[in-house]
């Protein structure tokens, strides 16, 4: 165990952990941002997806020792109270229906908006193809997703 400084949402936060500790139990056990959800633990479902760097990365595949100076942000820290506008698309299209996936996809969504504001379907279903939503509302996430590239520039 020793002490690792990571930068979370903008704050520098201090944890007691083994180097090769994932971070999704960091941010889980150690600090309490339950919002990143453990899926499959293999990096294959995208439930545990946040941002490195503006990058989306699977958090369970991620040692905590590697990330000293780099900046992640969680579901937690992409718009306070449901601000962000792929947020405020999901509420209003009702895209989840059990939500479990659903941090991971809007991670994955807002990195791919971040890098393209404006895919086409293809593109959007090429970057979403690794969230696995075992409720099957990829229509639903997709529509969302157009739903802000729309309205850019209007919220």
Do not use: F
């Amino acid at each position: 165990m020793r002490e690792i400084q990571i930068n979370v949402n903008g704050d520098v936060r201090t944890v007691q952990a083994d180097g090769a500790m994932p971070l999704l139990w960091v941010l889980r056990d150690l600090l309490g941002m339950t919002g990143t959800k453990y899926g499959c633990g293999v990096g294959m479902c995208g439930a545990c997806t946040i941002h490195l760097e503006g990058q989306a990365v699977r958090s369970c595949q991620v040692p905590v020792s590697t990330l000293r100076n780099r900046k992640i942000v969680t579901i937690e820290g992409l718009g306070k109270s449901g601000t962000h506008s792929l947020q405020a698309a999901w509420i209003e299209l009702q895209v989840p229906q059990c939500g479990y996936c659903q941090s991971g996809q809007l991670m994955t969504a807002t990195a791919l908006l971040a890098k393209n504001p404006s895919p086409d379907t293809q593109t959007i279903d090429a970057a979403m193809r690794g969230n696995l939503c075992r409720c099957g509302t990829y229509d639903r996430i997709r529509k969302g997703i157009q739903q802000v590239i729309e309205n850019k520039g209007t919220r």
